[in-house]
């Protein structure tokens, strides 16, 4: 039996979710899109098929986004393009509040290596090397020439220089002395180069992870349990005749498809060619007495510890930015390297992650797309007629059909909460009984159950049980954040019993007790929504 095109939130009074689905799965009725549910979807040209496809399997139309201005979306929407410091400041505090796109400010905390290497550095030398140690030992030049030269003299280690903002392996290069590195006007990250990775039938590879940030206030972070891996192309040698062959050392795959060797894999399932799904690599490493859960756990620690690096400049850059929580999402990826000790070391952390249309990588990535759209949870976001909402509830199944209230989602607060949140940073209470919850804090607790409910693949990483060890290292601690960790504790991920106080609040209408109005006129939000087709 297919899927609804629309599904309830877990919680009453609240507006229905679309569904999205990947290609093996079927739509109820058909695949042919309602039309009381087309909408449109605004993405630039390069967006990657899978992500287009998933968007029109549910029926939506694809509108071109020429001007790169968040101020021209008006609904859901994807990027891919990186816009550089020096492009401008974003405006997404104007963005409309039925907009909803892959991007955060302040990710360059992350995603420029020199910013990812200082903000690790801070908190490596606040809590330890104990603690943080899974990043390779990094110069930013020039303003660590002097440094650097010093580090190279006295080691025979061979070393990467990267460009801060580069992606696809362009302008990479190994060295081993500061004469083969040119000064230049732009800066350089000069990483110690890892030289006894883990190898695979004498080749290097990488694991491309995918992370999805749901939001930053509270931080939820979310890792997918499959990935990519992808080889280097050439036997691995630290000869001094092989340090400037890219096919050896790099495992980026714009890098080595251009080799002649490079083997696509066209059955997932197989351990062949040059990229693997990491569900394979698993099983590559169990069948020669490898537990591959105890990597595993050292990596999700590690993609936890990576987002806590950004997470000041994000969430700064956030509340300064952002004005609503419906609009923003991440989906980072993360590279990581195994060595020959099975030691999993970060290499960088990618801002717009290829996905890629080939055999193995769509195997991957087309479930990834659509549960991450569903995790995110979108909306019907158009004013919908009587007409058309008996129409949407016969076709769909629903028993009912609220619409989209920005309200739901605002980060403006009023002074009972802004009180309460002034209580507890001076006091730091206690957040339960239950019944001493606000309106906000019963929203965010319904979304973060409402985003639990729809993981299959997909694994919450933070908050989690043990989550304190995290949220100590966080420069600024959110109230949000102890409020959602303080729910996890109690009730635990997917707690019914949780649920069910949240359900019953919903039912007392808790959750709408601050909205100004409990019900916007069409007029009132024509420009925070997508007009009527």
Not at 84 to 103: C, F, W
Not at 266 to 271: A, T, Y
Not at 449 to 475: A, H, I, M, W
Request: include cysteine; aromatic fraction near 10%.
């Amino acid at each position: 039996m297919g899927k609804q095109r629309l599904r309830p939130s877990l919680f009453p009074d609240c507006a229905p979710y679309l569904n999205f689905l990947s290609p093996e799965e079927e739509y109820e009725g058909g695949q042919d899109p309602l039309d009381e549910l087309v909408m449109s979807f605004t993405a630039p040209t390069g967006t990657s098929p899978p992500i287009l496809e998933c968007f029109q399997r549910f029926g939506f139309t694809i509108v071109e986004w020429t001007t790169r201005d968040l101020l021209d979306l008006t609904g859901p929407a994807w990027d891919h393009v990186i816009v550089r410091e020096k492009s401008g400041h974003l405006n997404y505090r104007q963005m409309a509040a039925a907009v909803k796109v892959n991007k955060l400010p302040g990710t360059f905390s992350l995603c420029r290596k020199d910013q990812l290497w200082n903000n690790y550095r801070l908190l490596q030398t606040k809590w330890g090397s104990g603690m943080f140690s899974f990043l390779p030992q990094t110069f930013n030049i020039p303003e660590e020439w002097d440094q650097l030269k010093n580090a190279m003299a006295d080691s025979q280690e061979a070393w990467i220089a990267k460009p801060i903002a580069s992606s696809c392996g362009d302008g990479i290069h190994l060295v081993t002395s500061h004469q083969q590195i040119t000064l230049g006007r732009s800066i350089l990250s000069v990483q110690k180069y890892i030289r006894n990775p883990f190898l695979i039938n004498g080749l290097k590879f990488d694991l491309r992870i995918y992370v999805l940030l749901t939001n930053i206030d509270p931080i939820k972070i979310y890792v997918y349990e499959d990935g990519i891996v992808r080889f280097a192309t050439k036997p691995y040698s630290m000869k001094e005749e092989d340090i400037a062959d890219k096919f050896i050392h790099l495992t980026n795959y714009s890098i080595n498809k251009r080799n002649q060797d490079f083997e696509f894999n066209e059955v997932p399932e197989e351990l062949s060619g040059h990229k693997w799904s990491l569900q394979m690599l698993w099983k590559y490493l169990e069948k020669r007495g490898i537990n591959h859960s105890t990597i595993w756990e050292k990596i999700k620690d590690i993609i936890v510890k990576t987002i806590l690096c950004g997470h000041h400049s994000i969430k700064t850059a956030f509340d300064e930015d952002v004005s609503s929580d419906y609009n923003c999402y991440k989906l980072f990826g993360l590279d990581v390297l195994l060595d020959e000790n099975l030691k999993p070391w970060l290499l960088e952390v990618n801002n717009f992650p290829t996905l890629n249309h080939k055999s193995l990588d769509r195997h991957v990535n087309e479930q990834m797309i659509a549960e991450m759209f569903n995790i995110l949870g979108f909306h019907i976001t158009k004013p919908i007629n009587h007409r058309k909402k008996t129409v949407i509830m016969d076709k769909t199944g629903l028993v009912s059909l609220i619409e989209f209230d920005p309200q739901m989602y605002t980060r403006n607060k009023n002074k009972e909460q802004l009180q309460r949140e002034k209580n507890w940073a001076e006091n730091k209470f206690s957040f339960f009984d239950d019944d001493e919850l606000t309106s906000l804090d019963v929203r965010i607790l319904m979304k973060a159950e409402d985003e639990l409910e729809q993981t299959v693949n997909f694994s919450r990483l933070f908050p989690c049980k043990d989550g304190q060890k995290y949220l100590k290292c966080c420069q600024v601690q959110s109230y949000s954040d102890h409020l959602l960790q303080a729910w996890e504790e109690k009730y635990g991920g997917k707690s019914s019993r949780g649920r069910e106080v949240l359900v019953r609040l919903c039912k007392e209408g808790v959750h709408t007790r601050d909205f100004v109005t409990k019900k916007i006129s069409m007029n009132a939000q024509k420009k925070s929504i997508i007009p009527c087709s």
